[in-house]
């Protein structure tokens, strides 16, 4: 499967951003997926994970109760709604697809498909 993000950009700190990830080649039905980020000079981390069937989410506790991660899977897409944009968000966001057994998973290492970035830049 081919993941695609966008929907980045440049916002001032309190703002929202919703971002998308187009994916293309295979149903998304099959595989739980992520949103992660890497700041600049920062390890890439984990933002969210939702089931495949869209009903289970669990967040990273930075962005709890800001962002919400959802899913479309008659249109192949999954979304990233970032609400209250603080200047900490700001990093290149990346989607991803599992295909593990698993039903959904924050560790990056269980992903086995990634899309290009797309880049966030809030401003205080």
């Known amino acids: 499967v081919q993941l695609q993000a966008s929907g980045g950009g440049s916002v001032q700190a309190g703002d929202s951003l919703r971002l998308s990830c187009t994916a293309s080649?295979?149903?998304?039905?099959?595989?739980?997926m992520g949103w992660f980020r890497q700041a600049p000079g920062k390890e890439r981390e984990f933002v969210a994970t939702v089931t495949r069937g869209g009903s289970g989410a669990s967040y990273a506790d930075s962005v709890k109760g800001r962002f919400t991660i959802s899913r479309d899977n008659a249109k192949n897409m999954v979304y990233l709604q970032m609400n209250s944009l603080k200047p900490e968000d700001t990093a290149v966001y990346y989607c991803?697809?599992?295909?593990?057994?698993?039903?959904?998973?924050?560790?990056?290492?269980?992903?086995?498909?990634w899309g290009q970035g797309t880049l966030v830049t809030v401003s205080s």
């Open positions: 080649g295979r149903t998304i039905r099959n595989y739980y």
């Open positions: 991803a697809a599992s295909s593990s057994v698993l039903s959904a998973s924050q560790d990056l290492t269980s992903y086995n498909y």
